[in-house]
């Protein structure tokens, strides 16, 4: 399957990524554990992501034992992580734990409506100043489903006026990745642990994880 993916997609072959995203597919999972592997597969799949980035000088360094080095680093100062809420919030840490400094956070807030399935959005706190806007943004929501929800932030994220756009994702469900990745195709990678082919008339991803927000919150049967 992956060999007819568009070249902007991305799915992980990383092994241990692969068992975490097996014990989270079980709905024996805690609220805690789910927590836990949500973050851990997020770091796996953040660490190959983001190993586009630049690496720039930051002068010399001493050690311990008093010997100067080239030091190294990367400028987080145009890179902004936005979650999805409520899901998203989930894999923050993990791409702040990677990052050597902490990125800023906006926050993004969509849901899909029941019957049509679109996504409406409830809530954005992108800042309105033209100085502030991020030339990469990294979007993390768990789970890209029908894909509306991931290109409406693509939209958003695009008219704000980023340069570039990496969507981390645990799952993807094969219609909704391939839709997100045409939105734009040129400025966009999308990132996932995993994907499978099918969605139900809900359009819940089968087999999939369920509400990755409800299992994450302890919302389940709200």
Not at 40 to 67: H, K, M, Q, W, Y
Not at 180 to 200: F, K, M, N
Request: with cysteine; glycine share 8%; net charge negative.
């Amino acid at each position: 399957m992956s060999s007819s993916l568009p070249s902007n997609v991305h799915v992980s072959k990383h092994p241990c990524l692969r068992a975490k995203l097996s014990q989270l597919r079980s709905k024996s999972t805690t609220s805690r554990e789910t927590k836990a592997l949500i973050h851990e597969i997020a770091i796996l799949l953040g660490c190959e992501a983001l190993s586009v980035l630049d690496i720039e000088s930051r002068g010399t360094d001493e050690s311990p034992i008093g010997f100067e080095y080239d030091a190294e680093s990367i400028d987080v100062s145009k890179i902004t992580i936005v979650p999805i809420l409520r899901s998203g919030l989930g894999m923050i840490d993990a791409v702040q734990t990677i990052l050597p400094e902490p990125a800023s956070v906006h926050h993004l807030g969509l849901f899909r409506e029941k019957m049509t399935l679109q996504p409406v959005e409830y809530y954005n706190n992108l800042p309105q100043s033209q100085e502030a806007v991020a030339k990469l943004a990294i979007i993390t929501d768990p789970v890209i489903a029908t894909g509306g929800t991931a290109v409406a932030a693509i939209q958003t994220l695009r008219e704000w006026g980023v340069h570039h756009i990496i969507v981390l994702s645990v799952i993807g469900a094969l219609p909704g990745v391939l839709k997100a990745a045409e939105e734009w195709p040129e400025s966009t990678e999308i990132w996932v642990g995993g994907l499978d082919t099918e969605l139900t008339q809900k359009g819940m991803i089968k087999p999939g994880l369920g509400d990755v927000g409800d299992r994450l919150f302890g919302t389940i049967g709200k």
